[in-house]
């Protein structure tokens, strides 16, 4: 059983990816070719929003906002206290503090109820993450008034309020990292937005920050995704629908027949797409060894609060204790999901669960 199968589905669509990848090995616009701009169409219509610009990661896609918007030295960002190490990474590469709030322990996002005692002159936007598949309350976040930066890595495809993530805010980013609900074969991500100068700043940040070949105005970036990359995520996209049905259908019998284990709560304002499907347990590492020895796959999104990297030893904020980051970095565990789960794969990991839960 396998924690994400890649390779089902790309049984499935092999022929046409074949050809996609095909036509660019033939045309040999490997930077910057056509698939770059169609793709990029076909995501911004999926999304619902006027721009969407392709980039190289997920990363670029939160990090290029901050720059867009002039954050740096001297500048604060909010960002969850639990989340993918890029959330906060950014904001230090942009050359400003984040300042680390704490998480909601039903849902795993930001609590926003902690956030206006965070809100200081500094302040220059908030970064909420749509961890494992669903968006933060994006309303009550606006009413802070400061620049939002969706970090929706996972959440590609979910709703909030009938209104697709990367829909909502100032700026939506996504990554289209292979195993992300809609991935590429190698890195890319994209950045979505309705202001036309906002999508004007990371087109340019992209490309070194330059409008024409060798006239720089801004410090920017090599961020560009490459033209096989697009191919193959505009290709993706057609089986897209189809494979969120089939994850939310999965989650569906999750929830059902693990009634009594502590399972990520989904807003009702919201569609999740669930990039994981993360439970609680006792005593995590017993429970991974006893999934193991039944080959069934789980893994740990994430480990660690984020303001307790080793990197951030030296910073003040390393020893502040974020209660619900704290405990649930220690009890988190993922279960196999994706598309093509089997139901009879399915049932081993429930019964599994179940059994370790003696329920
Ligand atoms: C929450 C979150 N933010 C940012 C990223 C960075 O995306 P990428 O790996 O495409 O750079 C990820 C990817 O793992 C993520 O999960």
Redesign the pocket.
């Known amino acids: 059983m396998k924690f994400i199968d890649l390779n089902t589905q790309y049984r499935k669509i092999e022929v046409n990816i074949k050809k996609r990848i095909h036509n660019v090995l033939e045309h040999g616009m490997y930077v910057n070719g056509p698939e770059v701009k169609s793709c990029e169409e076909k995501l911004a219509d999926f999304v619902g929003v006027d721009h969407c610009v392709l980039l190289a990661?997920?990363?670029d896609a939160?990090f290029l906002p901050l720059l867009a918007l002039g954050i740096g030295p001297g500048d604060e960002v909010i960002v969850p206290a639990f989340?993918?190490y890029?959330?906060s990474e950014v904001v230090n590469l942009a050359g400003a503090t984040p300042v680390f709030c704490d998480i909601d322990p039903h849902n795993y996002l930001m609590d926003i109820s902690k956030i206006q005692s965070l809100i200081t002159k500094k302040t220059k936007a908030i970064m909420p993450?749509s961890?494992y598949g669903q968006c933060s309350d994006i309303d009550q976040l606006k009413k802070f008034g400061l620049p939002i930066i969706e970090?929706g890595?996972?959440s590609f495809g979910a709703t909030y309020k009938n209104k697709m993530s990367c829909a909502l805010s100032s700026f939506g980013g996504t990554?289209f990292?292979p195993a992300k609900p809609l991935g590429a074969y190698g890195?890319a991500?994209a950045l979505f937005t309705n202001n036309a100068d906002h999508a004007l700043a990371i087109r340019e940040l992209k490309e070194h920050g330059s409008q024409k070949r060798y006239h720089h105005t801004r410090i920017g970036i090599n961020g560009r995704c490459d033209s096989i990359q697009a191919a193959v995520i505009e290709e993706k996209l057609q089986i897209f629908p189809g494979e969120i049905k089939q994850r939310q259908l999965i989650a569906s019998r999750y929830y059902e027949a693990l009634e009594g284990v502590k399972i990520m709560r989904v807003d009702e304002h919201n569609t999740c797409v669930y990039a994981q499907f993360t439970i609680e347990v006792d005593n995590r590492e017993k429970f991974r060894e006893f999934m193991s020895e039944k080959s069934i796959p789980t893994a740990v999104h994430y480990p660690s609060p984020l303001n307790k990297q080793p990197v951030y030893e030296k910073e003040s904020f390393f020893n502040l204790d974020f209660e619900n980051a704290q405990k649930a970095s220690e009890r988190v565990v993922s279960l196999p999901m994706h598309p093509y789960l089997e139901v009879s794969d399915q049932k081993k990991v429930i019964e599994a669960v179940l059994q370790y839960h003696k329920i």
Do not use: K, R, Y
């Open positions: 990661s997920g990363t939160i989340s993918f890029a959330t993450v961890l970090d890595a996972q990554s990292f890195d991500g």
